[in-house]
């Protein structure tokens, strides 16, 4: 990340804002979709590659394309332009035989890429930063053992550093749960969808054990998949029949704003009482994130969606109870927003979001009782009862989102400092500078 045009502090003091923000904001490409259509425009293959539009730039992104890089796909990004072009020299397969991968603590990258790589005959190794050896991957390992490939977790913790060997996989059955992570099913998916030839099969047959997490990311692959002509069929709710050899050459594809970014931007609408528009979302997103707006209604905000984008107008709030399983990457914004609130918050139904980038239920517990509200933690959740608040540095776990949502109250109390604001280079790098936008 270092030609990245941002420098960041070591604490990073927030001014609250002197006027009520009136405003719209801008927020840069999905990470979930830009990570998405890099490796399904990698497996696509179009004649003259793909044109990705709207990408995001980022640690996340940055990191999954030089790990393509190093299998041997070409990969030209212009940041200026926001465009990436991807070139497979072996559509639908992996041109390296050997590969040491480096995926930082990105999610994505390292379950979709564990599962593409099993696509290539050969060794790869896939590795990441501290935290990265803590995230789990056993489920998806396990599911590409049963399809013929050596997949292990090389010191036997279930979590990276992650060894795959193998001879390409064909068509076959297999079993496997997501109730850790979504993204072992979205990795498989999309790798299944080039498997080989099977005399057996003519279909790959995923069958869902247990309950999943985070269903709205599941929906965005299987919608990804289908625009690059990929089949999967829902014999069963748990199952998806992925018949090989349908694909389409897809030449160039527009990656939405991100909705996870879009939260800190409407949460500041709900926090000081004004009205923010972030600008090209609806609610027809392939991201389940935007719902948080309804979240935000619920509390007593005003929503508004037309052309230009959705707005939210702040109100008085109320708390809410809410099941945020399937958009949970937005429970730290919401953590923020609550402790503005009339009366208690509880959320519910995020036990995974303790394998995230830190444990978030209980670093955001941490932090925001350090700044004074009541918080009770559960396995699975937590409450938040707003209490006079008291600006104060804060630490932010080495986690983009912590850092993103700690910053909120700030707009509202004087005193707080976000210590580590640069870990916002994960999924948002401009963070600091379009958060300032809100004083225009
Ligand atoms: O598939 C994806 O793009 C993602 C799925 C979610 O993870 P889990 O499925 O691990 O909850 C989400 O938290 C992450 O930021 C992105
Ligand atoms: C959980 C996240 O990312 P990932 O799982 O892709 O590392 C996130 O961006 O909040």
């Known amino acids: 990340m270092s030609e990245l045009a941002f420098t960041y502090p070591a604490r990073l003091p927030i001014v609250p804002l002197t006027a009520t923000p009136k405003t719209s904001a801008a927020v840069p490409g999905s990470k979930s979709i830009t990570n998405r259509a890099l490796v399904l425009a990698a497996l696509g293959g179009a004649p003259d590659g793909c044109l990705l539009t709207g990408a995001l730039r980022s640690e996340d992104t940055e990191v999954m394309i030089d790990c393509l890089r190093r299998l041997g796909i070409q990969v030209q990004e212009d940041w200026a332009a926001a465009t990436i072009r991807v070139n497979n020299p ?70 990276p550093p992650v060894v795959i060997e193998s001879e390409g996989f064909r068509a076959g059955s297999v079993r496997i749960r997501a109730d850790k992570s979504s993204q072992f099913l979205s990795a498989l998916l999309m790798a299944a969808a080039y498997a080989g ?17 985070s269903e709205p990311y599941i929906d965005m692959t299987l919608a990804m998949m289908r625009t690059w002509g990929l089949v999967v069929e829902r014999p069963a709710p748990d199952a998806f029949r992925i018949p090989t050899g349908h694909r389409t050459a897809v030449a160039e594809y527009a990656i939405e704003p991100d909705a996870s970014a879009a939260s800190y931007f409407w ?87 303790r394998h995230k980038e830190t444990d978030r239920i209980a670093a955001v517990a941490t932090e925001l009782r350090k700044l004074g509200a009541g918080v009770d933690e559960f396995a699975d959740g937590l409450t938040i009862t707003p209490r006079p608040l008291t600006g104060c540095a804060v630490d932010t776990y080495n986690d983009h989102r912590m850092a993103m949502s700690l910053a909120l109250i700030g707009l509202r109390i004087s005193g707080v400092v976000v210590n580590d604001p640069g870990c916002v280079v994960k999924t948002y790098p401009g963070f600091w500078q379009d958060l300032e936008k809100l004083r225009r």
Do not use: W
């Not at 030839?197 to 997490?213: M, Q, Y």
């Open 90 to 159: 072996v559509p639908g397969g992996i041109p390296a035989t050997v590969a040491d991968l480096f995926v930082g603590n990105s999610g994505t990258t390292v379950r979709f890429l564990a599962a593409m790589v099993a696509l290539g005959r050969g060794r790869y190794r896939l590795d990441g930063i501290p935290r990265m050896r803590e995230r789990p991957i056993r489920d998806l390992l396990d599911a590409l053992a049963q399809l013929g490939v050596k997949a292990e977790s090389e010191t036997g913790t279930g979590c």
């Open 197 to 213: 030839d099977n005399p057996d099969h003519a279909a790959t047959t995923i069958h869902l054990d247990g309950p999943r997490v």
């Open 267 to 353: 949460a500041a609408a709900a926090i000081t009482g004004g009205r923010v528009t972030v600008r090209d979302l609806t609610k027809a997103s392939l991201q389940g994130d935007v719902l948080f707006v309804d979240v935000l209604e619920q509390m007593g905000c005003r929503v508004e969606e037309c052309e230009s984008g959705i707005t939210v107008h702040g109100r008085p709030l109320a708390g809410v109870d809410v099941d945020m399983n399937a958009i949970s990457d937005t429970v730290m914004t919401l953590g923020a927003v609550a402790c503005f609130a009339t009366g208690p918050t509880t959320i519910r139904n995020v036990a995974h979001i």
